[in-house]
């Protein structure tokens, strides 16, 4: 059986992001676990703050474009995000609602995966509770578990690996999970909210 389709990126525009770090590392246990990842960097998403006015004229900035071509590619999306004041970074919140209003709106029928890290010790994990909700609301089938990754600046080996080897191997055995459950999903399970069908 062939692996599910995903997306992944971190969201973070940082040289140095421990979130570009932990999605690289994620992205290699789902290729070693049969999914088929198109690993992006969020500067390839580089778009203005959403305008409504924009929008009608001259439209859809080429960045949501292609983030909306992106997710509209795959079966499942994979997103590590910094978390910011307890929340998701303005950056995330603003690709979202851009390519929400691309039609067909991409999310719809998607599942995603996410993941965080930070230098503190909760990980990042707040933040990542409030990204759900946009998510959800357009119709993204979450995983429920959730990967927070504490103590960033000393978590990477050389390899880019994690070094505490538990760690490593939770991530590992919720990356399958994930992948598991977008296996089973993939084609798209949400319902229409304007037909219901
Ligand atoms: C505006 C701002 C707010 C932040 N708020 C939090 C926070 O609420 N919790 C936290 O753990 N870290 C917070 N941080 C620290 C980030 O987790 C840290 O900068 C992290 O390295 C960002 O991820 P990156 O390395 O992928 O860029 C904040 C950083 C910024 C710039």
């Known amino acids: ?57 001259p439209g859809i900035p080429p960045g949501a474009e292609e983030m909306a071509r992106r997710v509209a590619a795959v079966d499942g999306i994979v997103i590590a995000s910094p978390e910011y004041n307890f929340s998701m970074p303005g950056t995330l919140k603003n690709a979202i609602d851009w390519v929400s209003r691309v039609k067909p709106m991409p999310f719809r029928g998607k599942t995603g995966f996410l993941l965080a890290a930070s230098n ?35 978590a990477f080996g050389p390899d880019g690996r994690l070094v505490e080897q538990e760690r490593l191997d939770r991530l590992r055995v919720m990356i399958q999970r994930y992948l598991e459950m977008a296996r089973k999903l993939a084609g798209g399970t949400a319902l229409n909210p304007t037909t219901g069908s």
């Open 120 to 154: 503190g010790q909760v990980g990042g994990i707040r933040g990542l509770w409030q990204l759900r909700i946009p998510l959800e609301g357009l119709g993204v089938t979450l995983h429920p578990d959730m990967y927070a990754l504490p103590w960033a600046s000393k």
């Open 1 to 57: 059986m062939s692996g599910p389709r995903l997306l992944a990126f971190a969201a973070s525009f940082r040289r140095n992001s421990w979130n570009r770090k932990l999605i690289t590392l994620a992205a290699d246990l789902a290729r070693e676990g049969g999914a088929d990842v198109d690993l992006a960097d969020f500067r390839e998403f580089d778009m203005p703050l959403y305008d409504g006015d924009v929008q009608a004229e």
